[in-house]
């Protein structure tokens, strides 16, 4: 059966029966299970790789559909991680897929890159990036960042000597100066090709060959592609002097609002008194209140809420952040 499932690549010159066996034995962790990252997910476990982690912190949404691969209407409200492994592990059995539900801070960072082959950049945030880029210069692993926004991308592969992401952005953006899918939308074909470009890089650094050098940016739109050369920087913070300040940072952002939804999310400084199943009696008073897939969804009349295992809140129907952090006083405490 093997021989079979992976015949149209092991027949190519630029993988063949060795870089096949070098992908079985890989292990790929991809950051966020977004529209990039259900298209890479998808080219990873379908070509055999091994071993997949994802980890994403949000639920289906209607408005995901347009270009996330791997979900149904019938998901919606459900944890996009644990339907990408159920999806993924019925498209390859021979794969051992890990869907985490999770918030990725400086807190989980390592431990979730820790052992992998590659790590493929899915996020929607450049906050995310950097603590990529700090975890993954600090352990040596190479990882792949991938951006796709309106109808423009960007890969690059990321080598722990550098030049890494740091390299060609110094500092983190200010809020609200880099456009995001909320405030200027996205083709739906542009994170497929950006995923293409990204996984091809991947499937290089899992073999042992050498990846594109450089920053690829691409309009999908007009048809244009660019290679633009990228230096190390000498006095670049992380890959030449190792000063890992993102990993450091101790503060959580307590609220914010999530690209491409009409929602907020709250992360609150301490985790919940009770369990889930606690919470849920209590809620049950006020509305429609049930735990699924190890998330509560609750229907109040201001809102519809996911609350995680750890407190972590998401509070669909508002970007307005103060009526958001109301709802959350008011249903789960401060
Ligand atoms: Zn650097």
Same mark, same amino acid.
């Given at each position: ?6 015949? %149209? ?11 096949? =066996? ?25 070509? $055999? ?8 912190? #949000?639920? /289906? #949404?209607?408005?995901?559909?347009? %270009? ?9 409200? %459900? ?44 996020? #929607?945030?450049?906050? *995310? ?21 309106? /109808? *423009? $991308? ?14 060609? !952005? ?26 293409? &470009? ?5 499937? =290089? ?9 450089? &920053? ?5 739109? &007009?048809?244009?592609?660019? =290679? ?25 952002? !307590? ?16 985790? &919940? ?30 809102? #519809? ?12 129907? *508002? ?8 709802? !959350? ?6």
């Amino acid at each position: 059966m093997k021989e079979n499932r992976y015949s %149209r690549q092991t027949l190519l010159p630029e993988i063949g029966p060795g870089g096949q =066996k070098k992908l079985e034995k890989s292990r790929a962790v991809v950051i966020g299970c977004g529209a990039l990252g259900t298209n890479a997910l998808s080219f990873l476990v379908r070509a $055999g790789v091994g071993q997949v982690l994802v980890a994403d912190r #949000d639920i /289906v #949404d209607l408005s995901n559909l347009q %270009r996330q691969t791997l979900f149904s209407e019938r998901d919606i409200g %459900r944890p996009k991680a644990k339907v990408a492994q159920e999806i993924l592990q019925e498209i390859n059995s021979d794969v051992e897929v890990d869907g985490q539900v999770v918030d990725i801070s400086h807190a989980n960072v390592e431990k979730l890159v820790k052992g992998a082959t590659v790590v493929l950049d899915a996020t #929607d945030n450049m906050d *995310t990036r950097f603590l990529v880029n700090d975890a993954c210069v600090k352990h040596a692993i190479p990882w792949v960042y991938a951006g796709a926004v309106g /109808v *423009t $991308g960007m890969v690059m592969p990321v080598f722990p000597k550098g030049p890494c992401l740091r390299c060609v !952005f110094p500092a983190l953006p200010q809020p609200g100066q880099l456009p995001t899918c909320d405030t200027v939308g996205i083709v739906n074909t542009l994170p497929a090709a950006v995923a293409s &470009l990204e996984v091809t890089e991947a499937f =290089k650094i899992m073999q042992g060959k050498e990846p594109m050098m450089g &920053l690829m940016v691409l309009d999908i739109w &007009l048809g244009e592609f660019q =290679k633009i050369n990228v230096k190390k920087n000498p006095a670049c913070q992380t890959c030449a002097k190792r000063d890992f300040k993102y990993l450091e940072a101790r503060e959580r952002k !307590f609220a914010a609002s999530l690209c491409g939804r009409n929602a907020v999310q709250i992360v609150p400084a301490r985790e &919940l008194r009770g369990g889930l199943s606690d919470l849920r009696k209590q809620l049950a008073k006020l509305g429609d209140a049930k735990v699924v897939d190890g998330v509560l969804r609750f229907k109040s009349k201001e809102a #519809d809420l996911t609350v995680f295992a750890d407190g972590r809140t998401i509070i669909a129907g *508002t970007t307005n952040i103060a009526k958001a952090k109301t709802v !959350f006083s008011k249903y789960i405490g401060d």
